[in-house]
Nanobody, 115 residues
Framework: QVQFVESGGGLVQPGGSLRLSCAAS????????MGWYRQAPGKQRELVAG???????NYADSVKGRFTISRDNAKNTLYLQMNSLKPEDTAVYYCNIKPPTRSGWGQGTQVTVSS
């Protein structure tokens, strides 16, 4: 069973940048399709970006051109580079496999975009 630990969130002004990291346990990370998800207060959790084992990527329309998902299989780590952040990007961000499993949800990392 693979577990994930997210980090890198924080408070940032509109237009700023953050880089999130997701550390995965186990030895099969390189074989997994992965995703970054987020949940804003009062809203359902949504998929923000996905990446295949071969590093093909896809993005939600709301973040396309601003966010970049990447992976380092040697480090068992998934990344999300977030640029040009907007207040509507405020949410708890999670990583999980794609499609997600219940056991794959970690604590997430809070991203707050506010002036």
């Amino acid at each position: 069973q693979v577990q994930f630990v997210e980090s890198g969130g924080g408070l940032v002004q509109p237009g700023g940048s953050l880089r999130l990291s997701c550390a995965a346990s186990g030895s099969i990370f390189r074989l997994l399709a992965m995703g970054w998800y987020r949940q804003a207060p009062g809203k359902q959790r949504e998929l923000v970006a996905g990446i295949t084992p071969g590093s093909s990527t896809n993005y939600a329309d709301s973040v396309k051109g601003r966010f970049t998902i990447s992976r380092d299989n040697a480090k068992n780590t998934l990344y999300l580079q977030m640029n040009s952040l907007k207040p509507e990007d405020t949410a708890v961000y999670y990583c999980n496999i794609k499609p997600p499993t219940r056991s794959g949800w970690g604590q997430g990392t809070q991203v707050t975009v506010s002036s």
